[in-house]
């Protein structure tokens, strides 16, 4: 089955530190162009990166911007979004998606999307 698992969300205090993982079965990976987006509560989806099917070409959300940085390993099937210096506006639940081969991350044109994994920043 094609199948997107997002893990290592948790709660960590303002300006800490988390490594989000996007791990991929049933499908060719590589070819895939991979996006993280967040929803928080009460508020509609957004997206946050993407990066491209090499990993050469990424970008970000404004508000995350210096903060997260997204990355793959296409031999593990993986992609990471570190996220630094969090701030309690950062609390969401994470999921990632993935596109055949797309220079960008439209969230409704992504084709297979995770559970998702909450993130809380809290003190």
Do not use: H
Request: hydrophobic share 30%.
């Amino acid at each position: 089955q094609l199948q997107l698992v997002e893990s290592g969300g948790g709660l960590v205090q303002p300006g800490g530190s988390l490594r989000l993982s996007c791990a991929a079965s049933g499908f060719t990976w590589k070819y895939y162009t991979i996006g993280w987006f967040r929803q928080a509560p009460g508020k509609e989806r957004e997206g946050v990166s993407c990066i491209s099917t090499s990993g050469d070409s990424t970008n970000y959300a404004d508000s995350v911007k210096g903060r997260f940085t997204i990355s793959r390993d296409n031999a593990k099937n993986t992609v990471y979004l570190q996220m630094y210096s969090l701030k309690p506006e950062d609390t969401a639940v994470y999921y990632c998606a993935a596109r055949l081969n797309s220079k960008t991350c439209p969230e409704g044109g992504m084709t297979y999307w995770g559970k998702g994994t909450l993130v809380t920043v809290s003190s």
